[in-house]
């Protein structure tokens, strides 16, 4: 493996001077998921398959997230939006505050699980041949959303948290009698895959479903166009009915790994659509970063914490590690049920691995033996996710720095503005289309940094279209010098 000495990293001038002072501060921010340009960055193929312990658990997630958000939805007001941050997705932090609601719950999933079908769908899904990936789980969180919404419904009129109705006895068991006749639709899915094992598309469920998803979304968007302002399209109500089996779904895979956070560079600087995109239309500038090569990998050192003291958090210079992007069509498979890394043992065995009747279930096997291979296996498919990109981003060649959740909370943004030495800064690439004012701004924020540090060997370079290769070159700026 080549080591490379440089690393380029494209800033907007805005960044660097004017809203976030980047360069005043010496600060390198690394953006959420949400932030990046590309809507499947950190994108993971996880799939379930597990015994019916772990479904029927996931099935009791799902209706303890479920009853929060429709309390949530009675008490708050409209002013008070809900999203998927407030479905509490690791129940165990969700106490029941009285023993009288607690054993309301239990009536809401008593009645749930009484339910023929939905007594048996957590063995059915067992039986899966394939294991199920989201548009196949997303479709039976669908079907079974609007009657446990009813149950739900059901069990607070009859606890006068909700007005009677007399229809609403009427309600529940029209919700039951379709559901019930939906018969064991996941047995039929196994009778689909093996009538068809021969199709040329490698999972016949996954293209069903993802069809299915398709044409019920769009349904979806007809009917609630049609009803105007019965239901306003941003409100809790339209949460809870319409956009909750999605957004649990989004949430459930929050339990896998932690949330991650990113800051990218370039191994090049030549290619005019990446000036273009990153370099503000080649109005901004370049940075040049020094790298520290350390046997097989290149790093870069950054302020942060990393201990801890009587004093408090101790802070300094720590070495980040440069992550190479690769650029495929496929990315990693990650098992759910055998991948929770994010809960504790206790948890996973209470919560997971173990159903009310005292049933073990063998997804739980990893936590006896092999911890140190699970472990191992389950960073790496972590990091591996974080840098895997489609081949249509393989011209940017990247590389990135990572930081995720764990002792610093990274949720605030500010701690998210790593500090780097003023040595690891070795220039400044301007764009062709970077203004004077902005350069002369720049030039003077760097003297006086150089001034402070007694440097004399920071290098300025003008960007500019080569006729002869085609690309945006650099010519070094051997006037500019500060003595």
């Not at 440089?6 to 959420?32: T, V």
């Not at 039951?176 to 469920?205: D, F």
Request: aromatic share 14%; glycine share 4%.
């Amino acid at each position: 493996m080549d080591l490379l000495n440089e690393m380029y990293r494209f800033r907007p001038i805005d960044n660097l001077l004017d809203k976030y002072q980047e360069l005043e501060n010496q600060e390198i921010y690394f953006a959420s998921p949400g932030e990046l340009n590309d809507p499947v960055e950190g994108f993971r193929d996880i799939y379930w398959k597990g015994d019916s312990v772990v479904w029927r658990n996931l099935l009791k997630h799902y209706l303890r997230c479920l009853e929060h958000i429709y309390s949530l939805t009675i008490i708050l007001s409209e002013e008070k939006g809900i999203n998927s941050k407030d479905i509490p997705i690791n129940i165990n932090s969700l106490k029941f505050p009285t023993t009288e609601y607690r054993e309301m719950f239990k009536e809401i999933h008593d009645i749930f699980f009484k339910t023929k079908f939905l007594s048996s769908l957590p063995k059915d899904l067992e039986s899966r041949i394939n294991p199920i990936r989201r548009g196949e789980l997303l479709s039976y969180l669908k079907l079974i959303h609007p009657f446990a919404i009813e149950i739900i419904t059901e069990v607070y009129r009859n606890h006068q948290i909700l007005p009677k109705s007399k229809s609403s006895k009427d309600h529940l068991d029209e919700f039951r009698k379709v559901i019930e006749k939906a018969g064991s639709i996941v047995l039929l899915t196994n009778r689909l895959e093996q009538e068809h094992s021969s199709y040329k598309h490698k999972n016949i469920a996954e293209l069903f479903f993802s069809l299915t998803n398709m044409v019920g979304s769009e349904f979806q968007l007809i009917s609630q166009y049609s009803k105007g302002k019965e239901i306003e399209l941003h409100s809790n109500k339209f949460f809870l009915l319409s956009e909750f089996p999605e957004q649990f779904l989004q949430r459930l895979e929050s339990l896998v790994y932690p949330d991650w956070f990113s800051a990218s560079f370039m191994s090049e600087c030549t290619n005019s659509s990446i000036w273009g995109h990153y370099g503000e239309n080649h109005k901004g500038v370049c940075l040049i970063f020094n790298t520290v090569n350390n046997t097989d990998r290149i790093q870069i050192n950054l302020e942060t914490e990393h201990g801890y003291s009587n004093n408090g958090p101790i802070i300094g210079m720590v070495p980040h590690p440069f992550q190479k992007v690769e650029y495929e069509n496929k990315h990693v498979s990650i098992d759910f049920f055998r991948s929770l890394g994010r809960a504790s043992v206790i948890q996973l065995e209470h919560q997971w691995y173990t159903d009310e009747f005292g049933n073990k279930s063998e997804c739980g096997e990893y936590l006896k033996n092999n911890q140190d291979k699970w472990r191992k296996n389950y960073w790496e498919n972590f990091q591996k996710s974080l840098t895997t990109k489609l081949d249509d981003w393989q011209y940017e060649k990247e590389y990135r720095l990572i930081i995720n959740d764990g002792l610093i909370d990274y949720q605030n943004k500010n701690n998210r503005k790593l500090k780097y030495d003023f040595s690891s800064l070795k220039g400044i690439i301007f764009g062709i289309k970077t203004s004077n004012s902005d350069k002369i701004r720049i030039l003077k924020i760097v003297e006086e940094k150089c001034e402070k540090s007694n440097r004399k060997d920071f290098e300025f370079y003008q960007a500019y279209y080569s006729q002869d290769s085609g690309k945006i070159e650099k010519q070094k700026l051997n006037l500019l010098k500060f003595e």
